[in-house]
């Protein structure tokens, strides 16, 4: 006679209980409570009553729990668990075992003393796409003070990635320091050294869209399976994530796995933890044990030899004084060093002019921000509207044709990139859309600029233009 499933899970943990102590069993085991199981989807929802003995059994039990659910209900077999989060208000989530049906069964040597099972380990995932930029590596990567202790750690770590030392690696600097060079350089050399390694690199923005549209779509278990596989995770721009509770919360479940299995962790942010002021404590408590690595502004001296550097690898001409006044006077940003290279290039080349002191002067003051002005969200659509040569109306109308689609979108993706406005406000302000679009927005072109070189200059060209006005 076929066994119901909760006789099934009865039977479970009396084989668990085999293989366990007693006090074990009674502190760990007793306590959890079985809910259903789907024969559809061959899902087994169980309930823990907190979230410290889901974490619990998650690190010291869940081989154990996935070998004797596998031989009892099936090699296909998926555990989820009910946590009760707050019982005063009956409030609970739901979250998969790390151990999937993707599993197969493959003996591995035990590691831990008190366990007498074989340990099983998870196939192989599948590859993916790191969405690192090639073309920022540690050969490029010009060193000076500036940055020479968090180049050196993090070439360190490249060479030896397994290591739990200096984890996570928490790297902050002003922008155009170089945050985000240093950290694509680091999976780079881990992904070449290592090429088995499932290394990834994602904006804290596009991290959030995806945690969005994971809840809309009720995908939510997928989206943090997806992220626990990872082997070094790399995410940019966490400040993004000060106003946005949700996404820290998931967020935190996605760390503690990785950290508590030995995975790497590198984050980049625009200032040091203590002042990530909305961000959850437990989050910024985690940030802390590792290591924290300030990249500064880089001085004249390193901004002279990335200009040379740039300068040599462009097979360019330009005048020692003219190199020097551009260091001296470009604020100490990599971006608008290599901006006004950029346009010093094409006022040559266009006007058929010298690279002298005098184009360099004239660029200059075109290229760099020369107060502390606050740019304004009418700053940057009128700069993007006199690129793509529309009117402020049309952009903040409701017209769906493609060119003002499109600088609808640049709108908002510079808008959130360098204002510190929520969505919802960026929102009203441009075409009077919710918070929705313009984080579709900005996820639309960012993937653009990844694979179209041209548009990813055009963008960079509209940020020069309107850093003028700030």
């Given at each position: 006679m076929k066994q119901n499933p909760s006789e099934l899970w009865d039977r479970s943990l009396q084989l668990i209980k085999g293989n366990v102590s007693e006090q074990q069993y009674k502190t760990w085991f007793e306590p959890i409570v079985f809910e259903s199981y789907s024969p559809a989807t061959m899902t087994l929802l169980v309930q823990v009553p907190s979230p410290f003995v889901y974490e619990y059994l998650e690190e010291n039990f869940v081989d154990l729990i996935s070998k004797v659910l596998r031989r009892v209900f099936g090699q296909s077999i998926r555990l989820s668990y009910r946590i009760i989060t707050d019982k005063t208000n009956n409030k609970d989530m739901v979250l998969q075992s790390d151990k999937s049906d993707d599993q197969v069964e493959k003996p591995l040597p035990r590691t831990r003393a008190n366990q007498s099972y074989t340990v099983l380990d998870a196939a192989q995932p599948q590859a993916i796409d790191s969405q690192l930029n090639p073309h920022q590596t540690f050969d490029n990567f010009i060193e000076g003070l500036s940055n020479k202790l968090p180049r050196s750690i993090g070439l360190s770590l490249a060479q030896n990635p397994s290591s739990t030392l200096f984890n996570p690696l928490f790297v902050f600097g002003p922008s155009g320091c170089g945050k985000t060079h240093l950290i694509n350089a680091i999976g780079l050399r881990v992904k070449k050294l290592f090429p088995q390694k499932r290394v990834?690199?994602?904006?804290?923005?596009?991290?959030?869209?995806?945690?969005?549209?994971?809840?809309?779509?009720?995908?939510?278990n997928d989206f943090i399976n997806f992220y626990?596989?990872?082997?070094?995770?790399?995410?940019?721009?966490?400040?993004?994530?000060?106003?946005?509770?949700?996404?820290?919360?998931?967020?935190?479940?996605?760390?503690?796995?990785?950290?508590?299995?030995?995975?790497?962790?590198?984050?980049?942010?625009?200032?040091?933890?203590?002042?990530?002021?909305?961000?959850?404590?437990?989050?910024v408590t985690?940030?802390?044990?590792?290591?924290?690595?300030?990249?500064?502004?880089?001085?004249?001296?390193?901004?002279?030899?990335?200009?040379n550097a740039?300068?040599?690898?462009?097979?360019?001409?330009?005048?020692?004084?003219?190199?020097?006044?551009?260091?001296?006077?470009?604020?100490?940003?990599?971006?608008?060093?290599?901006?006004?290279?950029?346009?010093?290039?094409?006022?040559?080349?266009?006007?058929?002019?010298?690279?002298?002191?005098?184009?360099?002067?004239?660029?200059?003051?075109?290229?760099?921000?020369?107060d502390n002005k606050p740019l304004t969200i009418d700053d940057i659509i009128e700069s993007v509207c006199g690129y793509f040569n529309v009117s402020v109306e049309e952009v903040n109308g409701k017209s769906r044709k493609r060119n003002l689609v499109v600088a609808r979108q640049v709108s908002?993706?510079?808008?959130?990139?360098?204002?510190?406005?929520?969505?919802?406000?960026?929102?009203?302000?441009?075409?009077?859309?919710?918070?929705?679009?313009?984080?579709?927005?900005?996820?639309?072109?960012?993937?653009?600029?990844?694979?179209?070189?041209?548009?990813?200059?055009?963008?960079?060209k509209i940020e020069n233009t309107f850093k003028l006005k700030k």
């Open positions: 990834l690199y994602v904006s804290a923005r596009l991290f959030q869209v995806q945690y969005t549209n994971a809840v809309k779509f009720n995908t939510l626990q596989t990872i082997d070094l995770l790399i995410v940019d721009d966490i400040q993004e994530w000060m106003t946005a509770p949700r996404t820290q919360n998931t967020f935190f479940h996605i760390f503690d796995h990785l950290f508590r299995n030995g995975k790497r962790i590198i984050l980049a942010c625009d200032r040091p933890p203590v002042d990530l002021k909305g961000m959850n404590e437990r989050l985690r940030f802390c044990c590792g290591l924290i690595a300030e990249l500064e502004r880089p001085d004249t001296q390193l901004c002279i030899d990335i200009l740039k300068i040599h690898h462009d097979g360019l001409d330009i005048p020692v004084e003219v190199v020097n006044f551009i260091a001296e006077n470009a604020n100490g940003s990599v971006r608008d060093l290599e901006g006004v290279i950029n346009s010093i290039l094409a006022y040559s080349v266009v006007y058929n002019k010298p690279i002298d002191m005098a184009l360099a002067e004239s660029v200059l003051k075109r290229s760099v921000k020369i908002m993706y510079l808008a959130q990139k360098h204002t510190k406005m929520p969505a919802s406000r960026i929102g009203k302000l441009i075409a009077g859309r919710d918070h929705s679009t313009v984080l579709h927005s900005c996820e639309k072109v960012e993937e653009r600029m990844k694979i179209d070189k041209l548009f990813y200059e055009e963008v960079t």
